[in-house]
């Protein structure tokens, strides 16, 4: 149970914010501040202020509009405080973690008065390297470039502005007007100037840096031991998960978790948990690595121990690169052979590769593990180097050699990974691994996956049974009106608490839903997209703010070349353009009083806010099933089909389900809204199936003609 004290706590800031904004209380809102608060009231401590019961977890869907942000954090951050443990917010777009920092938390703590300290997490890849810097600019000036063993890896561009770069960087460094995150830089940095400016963990040398204390990430990483609440997003709690916990975020059993957009966590964990490899790319880069390795020692002859650690890990790559050589051909042939016609890609059913590719499998794997283990032997003698005041070879090589040492490590770290998971098998009763290879976008190489079907284990695991508490939202997280689809693909505990709070629209008098005849359905894909593509004309208005939503490249780029010219001249198609681009002359175009149509895939059908007539009318095109051949969603229906289950009730439906009301959620964004919702799929009156999607969306009024 809550204290009086913090419940008061609460309830007084809800007042203050809402008397100071001057709102009135949504019902949605105060349901889930009430949902929240009460389930982590539910927390038992010990005298430590250790959990001694089971983790508790709110899980609430609250759509657009109810306030959720707000809700969340009047809940979580007195509890928190009150408990001595750190708030984790987990947001999945960068967008939502800027409307945090910049005007919700700002808001909350001016209106009650409340003093926090907020802190944004980023992984070191966002943070500028100051000793990467020194090299750079040495680099530009061609003084004291050190080795330069890394070159082919890890380019610095000295040209078409590389050089400016680099100065207006220590420029800003040196008179504070820049703090080294990436994304707080006023311009986009290239990608490729942007690596050789920052280094991975592996690259980092941490304590016996000569630049540790002006080190860019290491500065942010103090603001966050100093946080009462932080921002970091849903592929940095996994990244951390993934390291044990505490790695780079406050260990879990200290965390109070909440997951914003937590309709992702389950896609974000497989992701985190497979591996994927390209056998001739890895083939080349492995060439580079071994003869780089083996000129190395004459750069460092000064140093006998580091000498003989580098021709050991130069031996093994040599060991390592021809058990690969000889792997590459025997994969491309096995896929040749069993991939199916038009297809790019075979998968291995149940995820059993066969006794004599494990055999194969295991060799590699131990290979790249023994290669794996010299180059942690020579990333330990040369932090001895580091360490060391008087050196037989100057520093500045030393550290070149380092990063460069620790780029081969974290690539060959990963891929005796993907052997070891290729070669395991799984364990009985148990989801199986997916594993396939596959063709790639170029037709020449090969590429081998291995991915978890399931993160409900990884979660429970890493997660659920470890964190202090959690809070987990979205505006959809049930499917077909039920939580059942997420707590199966998250491992949600039994004991979890979850609830749908009242939502903020009035959908009776902000628009409707049609669903026209237009002559073919969705199970007829050229027909259909013959169909889609002449209605169109027919149904947006030249003077609105249309999106078109797709399920596939191809019908929308044919749908593209065949659509009325009253459309087509209004066009903006994702990949004719950035996300971004598109968003702004899209808004460009209704702001001057034209209309705009937007063409999109599954990306823009979630998260993008066009609220008021920059999108008046939805449209989509056919219903959102997964492509059935996807190896990931393939080996999923294979298990259910192994244990009794229907994969299409019991993935395929609720899936398609989330989709779709994720779409329909683009329409309205604000209170004020108006617009229309049109689905082009008549299987959503004609299926057994279609009737359980229907019930399942926003109850706007509903167009069948």
């Known amino acids: 149970m809550l204290s009086d004290e913090l419940k008061n706590t609460i309830q007084d800031g809800y007042r203050a914010f809402l008397k ?17 608060a009460s389930t982590l009231g539910r927390v038992e401590l010990d005298e430590e202020g250790s959990r001694v019961n089971e983790a508790p977890i709110a899980v609430v869907e609250a759509g657009t509009g109810t306030g959720k942000t707000l809700a969340y954090l009047l809940a979580t951050l007195p509890v928190a405080r009150a408990m001595n443990k750190t708030v984790v917010i987990a947001t999945g777009t960068v967008s939502l973690q800027s409307q945090l920092l910049d005007k919700d938390i700002p808001e909350l703590l001016e209106a009650t008065g409340w003093r926090y300290r907020f802190a944004l997490a980023k992984g ?80 980092c040398a941490g304590r016996r840096c000569r630049k540790i204390a002006e080190c860019c990430f290491f500065r942010a990483r103090e603001s966050l031991e100093e946080a009462d609440c932080i921002i970091a997003n849903h592929d940095l709690v996994m990244a951390d998960l993934a390291l044990g916990g505490g790695a780079i975020l406050p260990a879990p059993e200290d965390t109070l978790y909440i997951f914003d957009e937590a309709h992702r966590l389950g896609d974000t964990a497989l992701r985190h948990f497979g591996a994927t490899i390209h056998l001739q790319g890895t083939v080349q880069w492995l060439e580079k690595m071994q003869r780089t390795a083996a000129a190395a020692p004459r750069d460092v002859a000064g140093d006998p121990v580091l000498v003989e650690a580098l021709e050991s890990a130069a031996r093994a790559a040599e060991s390592a690169l021809a058990a690969l050589r000889e792997a590459v051909p025997l994969f491309r042939t096995e896929l040749d052979e069993r991939m199916g016609h038009g297809s790019t890609h075979f998968r291995y059913p149940h995820g059993d590769i066969g006794e004599d590719n494990r055999a194969l499998c295991t060799r590699l794997a131990e290979t790249f593990s023994l290669l794996n283990n010299r180059l942690d032997s020579l990333s330990g003698e040369l932090e001895k180097a580091l360490d060391m005041t008087r050196h037989p070879v100057p520093r500045v090589d030393l550290e070149q050699l380092f990063q460069g040492v620790g780029s081969w490590h974290g690539r060959i770290e990963a891929v005796a990974t993907l052997w070891w998971l290729m070669a395991t098998p799984d364990e009985p009763g148990q989801p199986p691994r997916a594993r396939w290879l596959r063709i790639d976008d170029s037709g020449q190489d090969v590429a081998v996956a291995v991915s978890p079907i399931s993160a409900a284990d990884i979660l429970r695991e890493h997660l659920w049974h470890r964190c202090f508490a959690a809070v987990a939202t979205s505006a959809t997280l049930r499917a077909l009106g039920r939580f059942d689809r997420f707590a199966e693909t998250t491992g949600l505990p039994r004991h979890a608490v ?13 628009g409707y ?73 899209h808004k460009r175009a209704l702001d001057e009083g034209e209309g705009s149509v937007i063409f999109g895939l599954a990306s823009f059908a979630e998260g993008l806010d066009l609220p008021g007539p920059y999108c008046s009318h939805v449209v989509i095109a056919k219903l959102p099933f997964a492509v059935p051949d996807d190896p990931l969603n393939a080996a999923q229906s294979e298990w259910l089909e192994s244990r009794g289950q229907k994969p299409f009730m019991a993935m395929t439906l609720p899936e398609a389900s989330l989709k779709l009301i994720q779409a329909c959620g683009r329409l309205l964004r604000t209170e004020s809204d108006r617009g229309r919702v049109t689905i082009l799929d008549r299987r959503l009156l004609t299926k057994f199936y279609g009737r359980q999607l229907l019930d399942s969306l926003p109850p706007f009024p509903r167009e069948t003609g």
């Open 20 to 36: 100071a904004r001057e709102l009135r209380p949504r019902l949605g809102q105060k349901q889930m501040i009430g949902t929240i």
């Open 124 to 203: 070191r890849g966002r943070y500028l390297c100051n000793v990467r810097l020194d090299q750079c600019r040495d680099a530009a000036g061609a003084k004291n470039a050190g080795l330069y063993l890394f070159e082919d890896e890890l380019p610095f561009d000295t040209g078409r502005g590389g050089a400016q770069l680099v100065e207006d960087l220590a420029g800003a460094l040196e008179d504070g007007t820049w703090d080294g995150d990436r994304d707080a830089w006023p311009d986009a940095i290239p990608d490729h100037q942007w690596r050789a400016l920052t280094v991975d963990r592996r690259q």
């Open 498 to 510: 979850t609830e749908t709070v009242a939502g903020a629209f009035d959908y009776g008098a902000a």
């Open 513 to 585: 839903l049609a669903i026209p005849d237009i002559g073919a359905d969705g199970g007829e894909p050229e027909a259909h997209t013959r169909a889609v593509a002449a209605h169109l004309g027919r149904i947006v208005d030249p003077g609105e703010g249309t999106l078109v939503l797709f399920s596939s490249r191809r019908q929308m780029e044919t749908v593209a070349g065949e659509v009325a010219e009253s459309v087509r001249e209004r066009l903006l198609m994702q990949g004719d353009y950035s996300h971004s681009e598109i968003v702004r002359r």
